[in-house]
C-alpha cells in the first residue's frame, strides 16, 4: 500500500473526527433544523457517491471484459443490500431519535448501542473507499486516483456532520465533552480498517471489482433507505432535509465528474 492510497482511505475517517469535535465547540443541543439538513446532506452524497462513483464504473468494467454488463452490478448490488441488512438484524444497536434498541438483544450501555449505530453507517463506506483505491493500484482496471479522492473527499464531507450528530447526543446523556468526542471519532475507525481489509481482499481476485464496487453501492444505499432519510424525514420540516440531499447529491456528483 502506497503513501497515497493510506492518505485516501485515513480522508474519511479526519472527516468523522473533525465533526466530532464540533462538541468542544457547540453548547447546546444541535438544532434540529441543521440537524435535518445535514441529515439529508449525506443522504445525497451517498447517492450521488453510489452511482457515480461506484455502480457506473462497475457497469464500464464489467462490460469491457465482454461478459454481461449489468450482471455484475445488479448481483453485487443486491448483496450489499443483504449484508447491511444482516448486520442490521445481528448487531445490537440504537438511533439517537429512537428510545428502543434494534438488533439481538444485549446488555450494554445506551452510549456503546449509540456508537454501535452509526459504526454500521460507516462500513459501507470504508468498504467504498477501499474498492475504490484497490481499482487504481490494480492498474488495469478504469478506476483512477483523482475518482478515488474524490469519493473519499466526498465521504469524509458528509461524515462531518455525521461525527457531530453522534457527538452531541452523547454529550446530552451526560458524558464529558471528551469522552463524547472519543466516542464520535473511535464510530469512524472501522472505515478504514473496512478500507484496508476490502483492499486486501479485491488485491488477491480483481475480476471481482465490478461485483465489490455494486456490493459498497448496495450496502450505502441501504443505510440511506433504511436510516438516513427516515431519520431526516420524522418529525416537522422535513423540506429542510429533502433541499439537504439535493445539495449533497450535486455537490458529490460535482466532485466525482470534475476530478474523476
Known amino acids: 500500500m502506497n503513501q497515497n492510497t493510506l ?18 465547540f457547540m453548547k447546546k443541543e444541535m438544532n434540529k433544523r441543521l440537524e435535518k439538513l445535514l441529515l439529508g446532506f449525506a443522504s445525497g452524497v451517498m447517492i450521488a457517491a453510489s452511482v457515480w462513483s461506484l455502480l457506473i464504473p462497475a457497469i464500464d468494467m464489467a462490460e469491457e471484459s465482454g461478459g454481461i454488463s449489468w450482471m455484475p452490478p445488479a448481483v453485487g448490488f443486491l448483496l450489499g443490500m443483504g449484508f447491511l441488512l444482516l448486520l442490521d438484524t445481528l448487531t445490537p444497536h440504537l438511533h439517537y431519535t429512537d428510545e428502543k434498541p434494534e438488533g439481538m438483544p444485549a ?3 445506551k452510549t456503546t448501542m449509540l456508537v454501535l449505530a452509526v459504526t454500521l453507517h460507516n462500513i459501507p463506506e470504508g468498504m467504498a473507499v477501499g474498492v475504490t483505491f484497490a481499482g487504481v493500484l490494480a492498474e488495469n482496471t478504469l478506476m483512477t486516483i483523482t475518482g478515488a479522492f474524490a469519493l473519499s473527499i466526498g465521504i469524509a464531507i458528509q461524515n462531518f456532520p455525521e461525527g457531530a ?14 469522552r463524547a468526542f472519543v466516542y464520535g471519532a473511535l464510530s469512524g475507525i472501522v472505515e478504514p480498517i473496512a478500507a484496508f481489509i476490502t483492499i486486501l481482499l479485491t488485491g488477491l ?6 461485483y465489490l464496487l455494486s456490493f459498497a453501492a448496495g450496502a450505502m444505499i441501504y443505510v440511506v433507505v433504511e436510516e438516513l432519510i427516515p431519520e431526516a ?6 423540506n429542510i432535509s429533502t ?8 455537490l458529490m456528483m460535482i466532485l466525482d465528474v470534475a476530478l474523476g
Do not use: N, W, Y
Open 7 to 24: 492518505i485516501g482511505i485515513l480522508i474519511p475517517f479526519a472527516g468523522t473526527a473533525l465533526g466530532a469535535a464540533m462538541v468542544f
Open 107 to 109: 446488555h450494554l450501555k
Open 165 to 178: 450528530i453522534i457527538s452531541m447526543p452523547l454529550k446530552s446523556q451526560g458524558i464529558s465533552r471528551k
Open 205 to 210: 481476485v480483481v475480476p471481482l471489482l465490478p
Open 233 to 238: 424525514q420524522s418529525g416537522e420540516h422535513s
Open 243 to 250: 433541499v439537504g440531499v439535493a445539495v449533497g447529491f450535486v
